[in-house]
């Protein structure tokens, strides 16, 4: 018989946020598995300790290295999944903790799917969670997007090539890891006149946690990797707002 | 001293998606509201009864009218918003139940503005929560968007009036509500030969969850209303997948 690799969502970074589910699985589970990075620090395993838990001691701290290498990234995803694999045969379940949602720009999908090449039989299950930019907006006191508003989420840097085109057609526009193009990303919105309708977050429900609402003074300063800014024109597609055509209301 | 306003988002229907935040509000809370529709029935309000609790004494069930008629809902909002400020102003904490999350295309924001435009001074709490979206990109084991993939979430009939541009601008799309356009979107998609991308899920994490993976199936036939289409094109923007020029890869 062997085990099930199931993804705990863990939500954004606030232990509150923990789904129910995602809770049994982790106080049930004989082990857990958590990404790390090159200096060994987790940001999945963190939350989970700030809600009271320690790991078991049966545990699998996996390193995801932060490259764009395909190859050096398909070796680690296959080195990660082999080791989660042999617990598995072994009948043990596995708890793989992921920070935000398993199924939004998360690193579950790649370990599921090289699980998947080694033993296509296995049994896989996903928690969804809440995501960085629901917690965001949260955070925010202010919708994310309403009524019959179109919302796209981006890597901020993708969405810097056609951010006019964007700014058009989208009432509500989410930007994750912006830190590589804030400066630009701030210059593009004071050009167009829309500083005031743009919030930026950045590793929201950690306690860390900071929210700047006068994207103007974030002007040549260094973020977090886990920042995004959130933006929202009203132009009347959400049900029950200002009229058409008027100005972006923050 | 004045009561706070919590909106606790629920998830979108299984119990189980509760966080650890909403479920304390919602033990502790000695007043809940939540939507009813015209019949008296409450998505939210059946989602907290699944995972068996029940409505404290102090209940405010509030009707908010399926229509897009301003002045209607405009009324329906301020009815609402007086019944709970009534209870705030008594010095009572409300929990307001809220399927989804709270900030993404919930009803809960057109209550809180009405609220605010009532006492701008009332405390007003939102509790993210996991989104339709999320629990059916989790419950059909595949990515809802990965690596630089951007990602765009629609109304279904805003979608259908320039599909063809969404699907060449986004390797991953979230349609929601899509009854009134389904037999229509299911054309165009075969007409693209995408209907293999598609996957149809409605009022998922309910005991009346479906997943359609083959949409020429749903061909003519009613759906609910709570139901969605993720459509994922795999056009290896996503870290590690297939090579650039790759055809879609359901």
Known sequence: MTGCLTAASLGPGDPELITRAAWSALVSAPCWAWPVNQEGASYALAIVERAGLSAPAEGLALHFPMTRDPETLARAWTEAAMQVVERLHAGEDVVFLVEGDASTYSTF???????????????VRIIPGVSSFNAAAAAIGQPL????EPLAIYAAPEAMRDLDALLTTFDALVLLKVRPVLDALIAALDARGLLDCAVFIECVGTPEERIVRDLSTLRGTRVQYLSLVLIRQDRARGLGQTPPGAPCTP
Request: net charge negative; hydrophobic share 40%; proline share 5%.
């Open 109 to 123: 999908g790649h370990l599921a799917r090289a699980v998947r090449a080694l033993d296509p039989g296995l049994e």
């Open 145 to 148: 997007a309403d009524g019959e």
